[in-house]
């Protein structure tokens, strides 16, 4: 079973992206940690970036992946041996090459405008080309479930071409991404019949019926043997195969071992770092290695979890590398908030379930105001230790003023008690909350060092009941992070700077606290509920 990926190709074609050599290099590395089988790096010649990446990825040091270059056939009524394209692959200096075909007679008439048996002889002989230069050949046949569906006969006839010039494996493609599952089965059923159950035949298949990776699985079940994708299904219009979910489904799921060793466990994790070398922010609610894949707001949910995870969690989120998590907001039940108060080391005195009752009952009038802790986990432990008294008092407001100029930049002043003294300290920023986060630390980085770890990574602002205009209630979402672990804060008011100053306050008060307690684990402390 082979895992092919294409993000540093068919991914790239996504809208917003683009990827510097460095980028592509991060990239390959952290597949090949993972142990993808093959990497499609690009297509060399198109662009002076895939040219480069094809001279420095030879001087990685790469254990299990293998660099595929990308291109397509000769060119019409021309010769291989003279062909820029071609020549371009095999200067590549990969061991393997994918080249790309028509199999769709429409666009063999259409697109290329050349005969059907022209079309043929550009596959046969670019590949018997590549063979001579002692390369081994994927063949991606384009368009290869709709050319099925219109004209069987001469889908056929392209793979057959293809497999005997040659080809070490045969690639079918639903470039358009409109196959059905049954579609799909039936093409790669017959692929097999005509090729022969020794040859080697792949999926590669797009997400525009949101069907991608439903299809991969099912070519799986009919014989295919490469699949190919991007991770976290990114690409061009509506994204490829998400090889995260095909590689999770395979081996949990179909018992089938496809990645090295315990690599599974790194699932989660590289996904998220690919996303962020991306600069995407990650699919909080994408199966496996979403951070809300298995989080859990309802308070019957959370109670079932806590005796058995298997109540509610279809496989365990540690073997692909994820947590669960205990959602607390006004759905919630006792459970979860006794769930979270264990999970984070807080005593909730005698009457644990009284405490957690009278929380819950905090949490309702506050999100009846506009609050929202399901996304704000630091804001909810702050209010559980205030219910406690046990709120750290690390700084106590004076008086604060914004002042926002015509030249996009604000001036935040501010005047806060640390430990008996009043501190008065003015910074500008650009906006509001930058500004007022400037202030706050210059006022208390020399109280506390561990400031200067910390990092506003993400700051949103919703409007919350639009209808009453310029007085509607604003809430601010900030993201925290020190390095090492990523925190939520939350903060509402009618007016949209005091929402900024609640929402900024209680991150720094959080991650002080976080500092602050020693023997607190670190997976406990990053996104705990």
Not at 53 to 75: C, M, P, Q, W, Y
Not at 447 to 466: G, H, M, N, T, W
Not at 507 to 528: F, M, P, Q, R
Request: charged residues 25%.
């Amino acid at each position: 079973m082979q895992i092919y990926d294409t993000t540093l190709r068919d991914g790239s074609q996504m809208e917003g992206i683009s990827l510097s050599v460095d980028d592509k290099l991060k990239i390959t590395k952290l597949l090949d940690e993972l142990g993808v089988d093959f990497v499609e790096g690009g297509w060399p010649g198109a662009n002076p970036k895939d040219s480069e990446f094809f001279k420095k990825v030879n001087e990685l040091n790469l254990k299990h992946t293998k660099i595929v270059a990308f291109g397509s056939t000769r060119r019409a009524n021309s010769k291989a041996q003279s062909d820029a394209i071609l020549n371009a692959l095999i200067q590549a200096n990969t061991e393997y090459i994918t080249i790309v075909g028509k199999s769709w007679d429409m666009h063999v008439d259409i697109a290329l405008n050349v005969s059907k048996e022209e079309n043929l002889n550009m596959i046969q002989e670019s590949i018997e080309h590549l063979k001579i230069k002692k390369k081994k050949v994927f063949f991606d046949a384009e368009h290869y479930f709709d050319s099925f569906k219109s004209n069987s006969e001469y889908a056929l006839s392209v793979i057959k071409c293809a497999h005997n010039a040659g080809a070490d494996g045969i690639i079918l493609c639903d470039t358009n991404g409109g196959a059905l599952t049954e579609e799909i089965k039936e093409g790669v059923l017959k692929a097999k019949e005509t090729l022969g159950e020794k040859a080697l035949i792949g999926i590669h298949a797009h997400n525009d019926c949101e069907l991608a990776v439903a299809n991969s699985i099912t070519a799986y079940e009919a014989g295919a043997r490469q699949i190919q994708g991007t991770i976290n299904g990114i690409g061009e219009r509506c994204g490829n195969a998400n090889l995260v979910s095909i590689i999770a489904n395979l081996e949990l799921k179909y018992k089938q071992k496809i990645l090295p060793g315990n690599n599974l466990t790194k699932l989660t994790t590289i996904s998220r770092q690919i996303s962020d070398i991306l600069n995407l922010n990650p699919n909080d609610h994408q199966p496996y290695v979403g951070f809300n894949a298995f989080a859990h707001k309802g308070g019957l949910h959370a109670s079932a979890v806590k005796k058995d995870s298997k109540t509610y969690e279809h496989v365990n989120p540690e073997e692909v590398g994820n947590t669960n998590r205990i959602v607390v907001s006004e759905q919630a039940g006792v459970s979860n908030v006794l769930s979270v108060a264990e999970k984070c080391g807080i005593d909730l005195g005698a009457s644990p379930k009284e405490t957690a009752a009278q929380l819950l009952k905090n949490i309702k009038e506050l999100e009846h105001k506009g609050y929202q802790f399901e996304g704000a986990s630091a804001s909810f432990v702050l209010l559980l230790l205030e219910l406690l008294n046990q709120r750290p008092k690390f700084f106590e407001l004076v008086d604060y003023r914004v002042i926002t100029s015509s030249k996009q930049l604000a001036e935040a002043t501010v005047r806060i008690k640390v430990k008996g003294e009043v501190i008065h300290t003015a910074s500008l920023g650009v906006g509001p909350g930058n500004a007022i986060d400037n202030a706050l630390r210059k006022a208390l980085t020399h109280y506390y060092p561990a400031l200067k770890e910390f990092q506003l990574i993400d700051f949103k602002v919703r409007i919350l009941d639009s209808h009453d205009g310029s007085a509607a209630k604003t809430r601010v979402h900030v993201e925290s992070s020190d390095g090492n672990i990523t925190w939520d804060t939350v903060g509402v008011s009618a007016n949209i700077i005091d929402a900024t100053w609640l929402a900024i306050t209680d991150s720094i008060e959080y991650g002080l606290w976080v500092k602050s307690k020693e023997n607190i684990k670190t997976e406990t402390t990053s996104k705990i509920i």
